[in-house]
């Protein structure tokens, strides 16, 4: 079953707008990831926060964590044309082996 | 980075044959690998773990008759879609982590399935 869910499923901002995408979970987590996905593409990794961490910044992006809540979020800073694809939270949890569970994903429209 | 290569691209074919799809690390060696379906506009849903020289590990409500998945060797796992019907028609994705205990994962680029 799926671990996350995303909001919002949709997003459409102009170029140089911030834009942000929060994920839930369900059960606890040894991490979070972020991957963008571009349409019909493979998945690319972009950032992964631990559970005993609670912001991480990688270049444009921000993630933070809130394990009380069991949620994070996704923050792109001055958005581009290019950052327009579809972002997913992902979870590696305690139980049920090591395999990392996708959420439902944010698709995020950036135009120019 | 870890490079994962997939193929092919996209395959389409008749309803009743099998379709084999590619999924190998090309400059790293992975134990585990990692088969996900998606549909159009949706997340990604495991379906099976690979385990090199050993029976996969499939999800609840996978069919593992129906999704043959071989991990020969430590480059190289292979799904099968025996007898494809169009409800198979979908895109399917495999993933690696570079090392054991790694936890980010490298994506081939994905495999369209069309069933006709």
């Known amino acids: 079953s799926q671990q996350g869910e995303e909001d919002p499923q949709a997003l459409s901002i102009q170029e140089g707008e911030n834009a942000t995408m929060n994920c839930s979970y369900k059960t606890s987590i040894n991490n979070l990831q972020w991957y963008r996905q571009n349409s019909g593409r493979g998945l690319v990794h972009l950032i992964l926060?631990?559970?005993?961490?609670r912001e991480k910044h990688s270049g444009r992006l921000r993630v933070t964590l809130d394990t009380s809540k069991k949620s994070s979020s996704l923050l792109i800073t001055a958005s581009r044309a290019a950052d327009t694809a579809s972002y997913f939270c992902?979870?590696?949890?305690?139980?049920?082996?090591?395999?990392?569970?996708f959420g439902a994903g944010t698709r995020l429209f950036v135009k120019a | 980075g870890a490079v994962v290569s997939q193929h092919p691209s996209w395959v389409i074919c008749k309803s009743g044959t099998s379709v084999k799809i590619e999924c190998r690390s090309l400059d790293f060696q992975a134990t585990t690998m990692f088969w996900y379906r998606q549909f159009p506009k949706q997340s990604l849903m495991l379906m099976a773990t690979?385990?090199?020289?050993?029976?996969?590990?499939?999800e609840q409500g996978v069919e593992k008759d129906k999704f043959l998945i071989n991990h020969a060797s430590l480059t190289l796992s292979t799904l099968t879609v025996t007898s494809a019907h169009p409800e198979d028609s979908s895109f399917y994705i495999c993933s690696a982590r570079a090392t054991e205990t790694n936890e980010k994962l490298f994506f081939g680029s994905g495999t369209q399935l069309s069933v006709l």
């Open positions: 992902a979870t590696d949890g305690h139980t049920g082996g090591f395999k990392t569970i």
């Open positions: 926060i631990r559970s005993n961490e």
């Open positions: 690979s385990n090199e020289g050993s029976k996969a590990t499939y």
